[in-house]
């Protein structure tokens, strides 16, 4: 896949100017379809959004508490986000079909403080350990161990924070969301290579959790129509 730098750095500064602005309203009280609804209109307006060649990569994601990824509300849905949701917001832009795929956690009781914190500390240690020739079930144990490593107290009760079992990062091509191999993976074999992008997904929860395949997904994949 060949890249062209500047075209990632046009649909990067896309997103983390949405991203700021998302993260400055998302509050109780509103519904999921206009959340989403704005997020997508800041991305066409600040990349210039024209059909195939840039715009929103992927419907943004917004799921709620025990829907670890992956939903978008679709039109006409009457969900409205409540103080107590842990809500994670999925947002994709791309310029020439170059993606950035990235997300982030939104939660309004300080009683989840520890369960963000340590998703946040996973990602940092799944940047770090990354680069060419490393090891994809390598870096899937350190960012296991660190997320692992924390501990959440919800209503009076301690729980190990662990990682969602079947829910993995993936590699990311051009005009697909998703491609070839993932990450992190148990097979030695695969390793990182130079001109790979990689999405890092670090999902927790309380329990050893699984991700539910039987839920209604709306959106896996963006192609170029070609």
């Not at 750095?9 to 989403?36: D, N």
């Not at 307006?45 to 939903?71: D, M, Q, T, W, Y």
């Not at 074999?189 to 990689?198: G, I, L, N």
Request: glycine fraction near 6%; include cysteine; charge should be positive.
């Amino acid at each position: 896949m060949e890249y062209d730098y500047d075209c990632m750095r046009k649909a990067a500064e896309c997103h983390r100017q949405v991203r700021k602005y998302a993260q400055s309203f998302i509050r109780p009280g509103l519904k999921l379809t206009k959340i989403v609804t704005d997020i997508e209109n800041a991305v066409r307006r600040l990349i210039k959004a024209n059909k195939a060649e840039a715009g929103v990569a992927f419907p943004c994601g917004c799921s709620i508490n025990s829907c670890a990824a992956h939903f978008t509300p679709n039109p006409g849905d009457e969900k409205i986000l409540q103080k107590g949701d842990v809500v994670k917001i999925d947002i994709g832009t791309h310029f020439k079909g170059l993606l950035i795929d990235s997300a982030f956690t939104v939660a309004f009781d300080p009683m989840f403080d520890n369960l963000l914190l340590a998703s946040k500390e996973a990602t940092n240690t799944g940047v770090r350990e990354a680069g060419i020739d490393a090891r994809l079930d390598e870096i899937g144990e350190r960012i296991q161990e660190t997320m692992e490593s924390h501990e959440v107290e919800i209503k009076g009760k301690t729980y190990k924070v662990r990682c969602v079992k079947n829910l993995q990062g993936h590699q990311v091509g051009r005009y697909h969301v998703r491609s070839l191999s993932r990450n992190p993976s148990i097979d030695p074999r695969w390793k990182m290579c130079a001109h790979s992008q990689r999405r890092s997904s670090t999902k927790n929860g309380r329990r050893r959790s699984l991700r539910n395949r039987n839920l209604r997904l709306n959106w896996q994949r963006c192609s170029d129509g070609r």
